[in-house]
Nanobody, 127 residues
């Protein structure tokens, strides 16, 4: 069983920055692919970014590429999402997700691949 707890959301003006954190329980964190997804009101949940268990490769949605950075600290069982140059359209509930079956060198974009999810943290960007 993996328990994920997100933090770091809040209200920020357009152009500002936030850093989300996701702390994970479990002994095999470095074998989990981790991802961030988001869901805006009235919209489907969408992929934002992922990172392999080894931390060696990352992948981003086109909408956030160049503005967001995903990283992880396996010693702290934590994954981060640094969000810069925020836009009002980034407003959403952001979810951390873990794929405990991925191993160290795989990470997927589809939400169905991820078997553990956090409770979500609200990010609101004002114009």
């Amino acid at each position: 069983q993996v328990h994920l707890v997100e933090s770091g959301g809040g209200l920020v003006q357009a152009g500002g920055s936030l850093r989300l954190s996701c702390a994970a329980s479990g002994r095999s964190f470095s074998n989990y692919a981790m991802a961030w997804f988001r869901q805006a009101p009235g919209k489907e949940r969408e992929f934002v970014a992922n990172i392999r268990g080894s931390g060696g490769r990352t992948y981003y949605a086109d909408s956030v590429k160049g503005r967001f950075t995903i990283s992880r600290d396996n010693a702290k069982n934590t994954v981060y999402l640094q969000m810069n140059s925020l836009k009002p359209e980034d407003t959403a509930v952001y979810y951390c997700a873990a794929d405990s079956r991925a191993g160290r060198d795989v990470a997927h974009q589809m939400a169905q691949r991820y078997d553990y999810w956090g409770q979500g943290t609200q990010v609101t960007v004002s114009s």
